[in-house]
Structures are given as C-alpha cells and as structure tokens.
C-alpha cells in the first residue's frame, strides 16, 4: 500500500509541478501587463507539457572536457533527492509514518548542496563552477537558521513527527504566536530553494544561468524538476509548520496553493539582493531571532513541567 500510495502521490507531484511553471509564467506576465502561455491548448494549459516533451526529445549535448559521470548524473541525483523528500508527507490514513521525519528532512535538505556543487564542479566551466559556489555558501548559511526554526517547535510540541504538528495545532496556529519566525522562514524557504531575491546560483546577468549553463535536454529538464519539486515541498512545509497543518481539509491544500503563489509573487515584484547582504541577514538576522525563540520556548517547556 506505501508503494501503492507513494508511486500515485510522485506522479500528482510532477503534474503540480507542470501547472506551477504555467502558473508562475501567467501570474509573472500579468504582472509585466502580458498573457503569458495562451496558444497550446485551452488558455495555455498544454504549454507545460509541450514543453517538457521537447526538452525530452532534445539532442543531449555536453562540454567536451567535463567529468563525464558525475555531469551526468548529478541531475538524477538531485531528483531522486527531491522525490525522497516527499515520502515525508503526513498522510492521515499512517499508510507509513515517519516519527523521526524532521531529522530525515534536516538530513535530505542538506545533501542537497552536493548535487549542486557536484554539478557546476563537473560541468568544467567557470560560470558553472561560480554558479555553484554561491549555491552552496547560501544553502549552508541559511540551513543555520531554518534547522533553529524547525527545533524551536520540536522543542515545543516535544517531537519529530509531522502528524504531531495537526494535534498541537487543533485550537490555535503556531503563525499567531511566532509571527517573526514565520518571516525568517519565508526568507530561508526562499534561499534553500534558489528564487529571487536570493537567486544568485542563476545570476543570468553575471554568471549566464549559473550551475546549470551546460546543461540541455533531459539534464536541464531533471534540474528544473528537482527544484521545483522543492518549492512545493516548503510551501507544504509552511502550512505543516505555521497553518494549521489540518490535513483533512480542503483548505491545507489551498494553502500549500497560496504559499506557491507568494513565491512566483516575491520573484516579480522584488529585485536580486546583493551577496554580502544576504550573508548579513542570515548570521545577523534571523539567527539571533531563532536562538532567542529557541531558547524563549525551552524556558516555556521547562516552566510547564514544573508546573503541572
């Protein structure tokens, strides 16, 4: 039944993902006063998978002097971290349950740095390679402050289990009480996942696509899922967190929906950040806010065992 479910739920996954790129492409032309994707199909709707029939069918081409087996299968590296990432989702019926979920995320979200680095490393090239770089020096610096977060509510409701999130968010959300650690969140969700403002792996002005200039066809297109795939996954992780968590509702759904949208939003709206700045926030920022809200909750515990 998990292999079952599982295999049903990768598969809705890559569906969404089509329909987030044809969202973001709409929602990003309506903001610049455009239609976007409105020709193939019903209002665009085919566009996604047109698209990703041609990147398939494209002839595969790679740099003559890259490290051959590690160029080609950091992509499939990546992927299969990103589909590994959703076998933690709380499925209510505990077709499989995870109660060490939070430290299995920890632990999927920081191997992530190495498809990336791996990646523009053995691309060859010094766009690749400086694209990467920047990749992983802010993925590390923001895993900081997000892994800080998340403990401060594995202190709080005393587990690592997601479905705990539901039962200790039946009467009130975690976002009333905790309203600057849900913004340091939103920014590190937006780091971890490479978007604008904090795009600097992708700097097309600089660095010509950054990590993923040498790849085409099914490489590129492997890439693109990935991290899509992950930006779904923290907006998922958003709503478990700070929303509610209320998995038997409609509304979870339409949440995880809206987090999508504020991400697609922030990248049309708010320019790229300069780098010393971002490594500013992180350290200087949301660091001390996390450790102060860590440190407030343990001392909250604490006082409620003596207590009772």
Request: charged share 10%; aromatic share 22%.
């Amino acid at each position: 039944m998990f292999l079952v479910s599982y295999t049903v739920m990768i598969i809705s996954i890559l569906i969404s993902v089509a329909f987030v790129t044809l969202l973001e492409r709409k929602v990003l032309g309506y903001m610049q006063l455009r239609k976007g994707p409105n020709k193939v199909g019903y209002m665009g709707l085919l566009q996604p998978f047109s698209d990703g029939i041609k990147l398939f069918f494209k002839e595969q081409s790679y740099p003559y002097m890259s490290n051959f087996i590690i160029y080609y299968f950091s992509p499939i590296f990546m992927l299969v971290l990103s589909f590994s990432l959703w076998v933690l989702f709380p499925q209510a019926t505990n077709i499989y349950n995870f109660n060490f979920g939070i430290l299995y995320f920890l632990c999927c979200t920081g191997m992530g740095v190495y498809g990336i680095m791996l990646s523009g490393w053995s691309s060859n090239s010094n766009y690749a390679l400086l694209g990467s770089l920047r990749a992983m020096a802010q993925t590390i610096s923001y895993e900081v402050s997000m892994a800080m977060i998340i403990l401060c509510f594995v202190v709080f409701i005393f587990s690592y289990n997601f479905m705990d999130f539901m039962v200790h968010q039946s009467s009130i959300w975690f976002l009333l009480f905790s309203l600057p650690l849900f913004f340091c969140w939103l920014s590190s969700c937006l780091a971890e996942t490479n978007r604008a403002p904090f795009d600097f792996a992708e700097g097309e002005s600089e660095l010509v696509s950054g990590f993923n200039v040498e790849y085409s066809s099914g490489g590129f297109a492997f890439i693109f899922l990935s991290e899509y795939m992950n930006i779904i996954f923290m907006g998922l992780m958003t709503v478990i967190m700070f929303l509610g968590c209320d998995l038997y509702s409609i509304f979870f759904y339409l949440k995880v929906v809206v987090v999508v949208f504020w991400f697609i939003w922030v990248r049309g709206s708010l320019p790229r950040f300069r780098y010393d700045k971002l490594m500013y926030l992180t350290w200087k920022v949301f660091l001390p806010v996390s450790l102060n809200y860590f440190v407030s909750f343990a001392l909250f515990l604490c006082l409620m065992i003596l207590v009772f």
